[in-house]
């Protein structure tokens, strides 16, 4: 029998996705004893304390075992850690040790969400694809610039390691790792039971775009206001650069250096943000709304739409719009 070790960090972070991810595998398991095959695995939570409390106490974890008494695990659950991960990461870094050493041992290990900088401060995704919750995006990629982080996938799954993205998403990642442990009929078996939508694979829909603005560049700081407060006009590199005394390719560089996006994608996003916030809330059309963003093309503004949510938007103002008079083009 596999062992399957749901590790609870030390420090109020996130209830459900310990609680959930340890009712679905135990699900799991129960539909295999019913067709007559043995469960696949032992399913054991393993922490550094012997209670974590939750909510101020209203709820409280008891860990089955401490880690130091695992010697061989085959797959590790790390649950989300909320907005606590700066905390976290200080308090729990015998956890971080054993999750290294695990893997070295043979473990694949998969987080949820924020845990995601539990695994990433072992190094094991150094060089690596991952996915965590796209509203911590900037500040993980200036803690761990090496890694490749990717906040539309929902699940990455490389060598063994796999992440997922924000809140209750962690729900595709357990069937994700349902089907490829146990096999396809139990991971829609599961999916049925407790209604979740499967082979969801990006979060690209759910994102907010706020902007990256914390670093120290002035000038692009100030590229990046302007860009804000004129969406409706067609804005080129060229057009930043001189308007801001700056070399092209130096521009172009500090830009990247700065945000993670080019100044063309940076303007892209910050253009289909405002559009997703008009198809949500206004009766525009869809040829307004892309007026309104600084598009005359239609089928560049299509390209641009699902390139950073998913969906076209039509489909996007249907999903989100419901009380909207739906027109289309």
Known sequence: MKQLTIVVPAGENNLSSITGTYEIFSKANEY??????????NIQLAGITNQVDFSDGLF????????SAITKTDLIIVPSLNHNYHIALKGNESLVTWLEQQYKNGAEIATICTGTFLLASTGLLDGKVCSTHWSVAENFRRMFPTIDLQTDRLITDEKGLYTNGGAYSFLNLVLYLIEKYYDRPTAIYCSKVFQIEIDRS??????????QKKHSDEIVKQAQAYIEK????KITIEDLSSKFNVGRRN???RFMKATGNTPIEYA???KIETAKKLLETSRKTISEVMYQVGYA???AFREV??????LSPLEYKEKYNKDSVLVNF
């Open 251 to 253: 521009f172009d560089r």
């Open 32 to 41: 295999w004893k019913e067709s007559g095959r043995k469960k696949l695995f």
């Open 297 to 299: 093309d239609v089928k």
């Open 60 to 67: 409280c974890v008891k860990p089955h075992l401490h880690i």
């Open 202 to 211: 990006t979060q690209s829909e759910f994102i907010i775009f706020n902007g």
């Open 230 to 233: 004129n969406i409706e006009e």
């Open 268 to 270: 892209q996003r910050v």
């Open 305 to 310: 739409f699902r390139k950073y949510t998913g």
